[in-house]
Nanobody, 124 residues
Framework: QVQLVESGGGLVQAGGSLRLSCAAS????????MGWFRQAPGKEREFVAT???????YYVDSVKGRFTISRDNAKKMVYLQMNSLKPEDTAVYSC??????????????????WGQGTQVTVSS
């Protein structure tokens, strides 16, 4: 298992940028698929982006071209660079880890490990 701690959230104006970080502990981090999910008030948790053990990335359509997920296995870190932020990006963003093979990379229940979340607020 890995423990995950997010940081980097905050308040930003529309059009601005933020970089979220997720620090992992545990010896098997490189074996995990990592993902970012978000949940806005009154809405269900939504898949944002994922990166495989080999570095393949996938994004929800609404963030393609604006967000970039990356990982540094040596530092046990995952990042989400968010550019051109919009008010609709406002949510609590959570980092998640999935060690099991198969399944859906965009389904939250497939991920075994979760951070506590970090708030991102985009003002118009």
């Amino acid at each position: 298992q890995v423990q995950l701690v997010e940081s980097g959230g905050g308040l930003v104006q529309a059009g601005g940028s933020l970089r979220l970080s997720c620090a992992a502990s545990g010896r098997t981090f490189s074996s995990y698929r990592m993902g970012w999910f978000r949940q806005a008030p009154g809405k269900e948790r939504e898949f944002v982006a994922t990166i495989s053990r080999g570095g393949n990335t996938y994004y929800v359509d609404s963030v393609k071209g604006r967000f970039t997920i990356s990982r540094d296995n040596a530092k046990k870190m995952v990042y989400l660079q968010m550019n051109s932020l919009k008010p609709e990006d406002t949510a609590v963003y959570s980092c998640a880890g999935k060690v099991s093979a198969g399944g859906s990379y965009s389904t939250a229940s497939e991920y075994e490990n979760w951070g506590q979340g970090t708030q991102v607020t985009v003002s118009s």
